[in-house]
């Protein structure tokens, strides 16, 4: 759940009901609804609830799973169908309350969500009913950024690629493709697929949560009597990422060894 940022909008009459929700969230983002109450009047207020109802979300979030921060708030929140009524009973005059709600949205939720909002505030005599204006929450694909690099360690012939999710979702799957010159051939790729004739090393990656790293290795070797040396690069790309990746540009890294013969081992 992300804190308040630039993108909140808060709706309502400050020194009387306001409410604060995100502007935009990702799908699968718990969205916070955080709101403040003054009893600006000179009486006991004996009850005022909340309603913040919508036809809109349907699907798009998961009411079974309401929240409320922290949760000895004098509110309490009553989860429906359609949305929550925040409830709080007897408040003093000039008295004010603050709570924070959060509902889950769903990873595959797409469209907007809708709400309207209205505050009834009930006292001995009388009832007041204010009609807030409404929120729009725009909704955007869930992502990972996920990140490849490729090390060598001890200068020697086996290459390793680190793969890091840096989030904000998990990633539900993803591949690892790599390259190499001709003069030189793959003689180990862990719990990937050589193909000997393209040059590749594909390794499909699987389930990768957020913040988690995962690393593949494979062993470089000169086939016998082949008398070429020199410099070669070792090329490394992800594709096929689930959720869509929103920075790209840390899905491709390179490394360069150098080869003699087959008699001496690669250094990279």
Do not use: W
Not at 9 to 15: C, N, S
Not at 181 to 197: F, H
Not at 225 to 235: K, Y
């Amino acid at each position: 759940m992300a804190s308040a940022t630039l993108d909140d909008t808060t709706i309502g009459t400050p020194g009387h009901i306001t409410l604060t929700y995100p502007q935009t969230i990702q799908a699968g983002d718990l969205v916070e609804l955080s709101g403040s109450y003054t009893n600006n009047t000179t009486r006991i207020l004996e009850s005022v609830s909340l309603s913040i109802r919508s036809t809109s979300t349907a699907g798009q979030i998961d009411y079974a799973h309401v929240t409320q921060l922290p949760p000895f708030d004098p509110f309490t929140i009553t989860a429906l169908s359609d949305g929550i009524v925040a409830t709080a009973n007897y408040i003093a005059p000039g008295a004010s309350e603050n709570f924070s709600i959060t509902l889950l949205t769903r990873n595959s939720a797409t469209r907007p969500l809708i709400f309207t909002e209205f505050l009834s505030e009930n006292f001995f005599d009388r009832s007041n009913i204010t009609l807030l204006p409404g929120i729009v929450i725009k909704v955007t694909p869930p992502s990972a950024d996920l990140g490849v690099t490729l090390t060598s360690l001890g200068n020697n012939d086996t290459i390793t690629a680190t793969v890091t999710n840096y989030g904000p979702r998990d990633a539900s799957s993803a591949r690892l493709r790599l390259t190499y010159p001709a003069g030189v051939e793959v003689s180990r790729g862990d719990n990937c697929t050589i193909n000997a004739t393209f040059r590749t090393v594909v390794c499909d990656l699987g389930y990768l949560p957020s913040g988690v790293s995962l690393t593949r290795s494979i062993r470089l070797i000169v086939p016998p009597l082949n008398l070429t040396a020199g410099d070669f690069t070792v090329n490394a790309t992800l594709t096929d990422s689930t959720p869509k990746d929103p920075t790209p540009d840390n899905n491709t890294s390179q490394l360069t060894c150098h080869a003699l013969t087959f008699v001496f081992p690669i250094r990279c």
